[in-house]
């Protein structure tokens, strides 16, 4: 079954860097674009970054633009977001997410449980 | 702000149905773009509910109910059960943006 486990959340100080990595199994990785979605507290959902099949095109929300970076190992089947420059209004659940197409226009059909990532001194 | 617009909170007794509307705007639903619907429990995975503004995935039940028309959608949730109490968020994909948006999430109290 489809499974994505996300890992390497957090406490961190404002303006410290974190990487988070989400490992997947039970599909075929490389053909699918990925994103990653954050959930600040007592807060809705928010779309963070975008990356596509083969990862040759990321996008970003502008909330994090220049300052988070997507990844993608197609041979290990993981994903990852390094983020830098953090800020306490980045502190949020980070939720790896599948999308169902290879560019990432559709919906998100599997989601991670999510890992904690909170910036503060 | 929200680029996709919901209902903070909407509510039902046992057996009701309701709705949740979704306003989205030219660069995504007017654009084409589909909405799809999540619920989601604190703690949890969200859920994918129904995708591609009508479509159930495999074991949602048929309770569960999707539209859209012109740059609206909704969601409606039919024969409410407790077990419905949930927050659920629609989410597109918007041309201007280049990326995914969400609603601000609508949470359903079961009365």
């Known amino acids: 079954q489809v499974q994505l486990v996300e890992s390497g959340g957090g406490v961190v100080q404002p303006g410290g860097s974190l990487r988070l990595s989400c490992t997947t199994s039970g599909f075929t990785f490389n053909i699918y674009a990925m994103h990653w979605v954050r959930q600040a507290p007592g807060k809705g959902l928010e779309w963070v970054a975008l990356?596509?099949?083969?990862?040759?095109?990321?996008y970003y929300a502008d909330s994090v633009k220049g300052r988070f970076t997507i990844s993608r190992d197609n041979s290990n089947n993981r994903l990852y977001l390094q983020m830098n420059d953090l800020r306490a209004e980045d502190t949020a659940v980070y939720f790896c997410?599948?999308?169902?197409?290879?560019?990432?226009?559709?919906?998100?059909?599997?989601w991670g449980q999510g890992t904690l990532v909170t910036v503060s001194s | 702000q929200s680029v996709l617009t919901q209902p903070p909170s909407v509510s039902g007794a046992p057996g009701q149905r309701v709705t949740i509307s979704c306003t989205g705007s030219s660069s995504n639903f007017g654009a084409g773009y589909d909405v799809h619907w999540y619920q989601h429990l604190p703690g949890t995975a969200p859920k994918l509910l129904i995708y591609?503004?009508?479509n159930r995935p495999s074991g949602v039940p048929d309770r569960f109910s999707g539209s859209k028309s012109g740059t609206s959608a909704s969601l409606a949730i039919a024969g409410l059960q407790a077990e419905d109490e949930a927050d659920y968020y629609c989410?597109?994909?918007?041309?201007?943006?280049?990326?995914?948006?969400f609603g601000g999430g609508t949470k359903l109290t079961v009365l």
């Open positions: 997410a599948r999308a169902s197409d290879s560019t990432g226009t559709t919906d998100f059909d599997y």
């Open positions: 990356i596509w099949y083969l990862g040759t095109d990321e």
């Open positions: 591609r503004n009508k």
């Open positions: 989410q597109s994909y918007d041309s201007s943006l280049s990326g995914s948006v």
